[in-house]
């Protein structure tokens, strides 16, 4: 048994399921398709990260902003 192997493990999974755009998925994932207009707005330093993820879980945005530092 490698305890560090396994420290690291559980750290980078933790790791993982906080990132913004892991989050936003997994919300994203459970809701029912939409079937009306769709529109996306994101703020924040993850704003852009968290909008991707959006997109890429719903398939299409009809309009929207992204607002963020960068």
């Given at each position: 048994?490698?305890?560090?192997?396994?420290?690291?493990?559980?750290?980078?999974?933790?790791?993982?399921?906080?990132?913004?755009?892991?989050?936003?998925?997994?919300?994203?994932?459970?809701?029912?398709?939409?079937?009306?207009?769709?529109?996306?707005?994101?703020?924040?330093?993850?704003?852009?990260q968290?909008?991707?993820?959006?997109?890429?879980?719903?398939?299409?945005?009809?309009?929207g902003?992204?607002?963020?530092?960068?």
């Open positions: 048994m490698d305890l560090k192997r396994d420290v690291d493990a559980i750290i980078a999974a933790a790791l993982h399921a906080a990132m913004p755009d892991t989050a936003v998925r997994k919300a994203l994932e459970r809701l029912p398709a939409c079937r009306g207009r769709l529109v996306l707005v994101a703020a924040g330093k993850a704003a852009w968290m909008a991707h993820a959006a997109l890429a879980v719903l398939g299409r945005v009809d309009g902003i992204v607002i963020t530092k960068y």
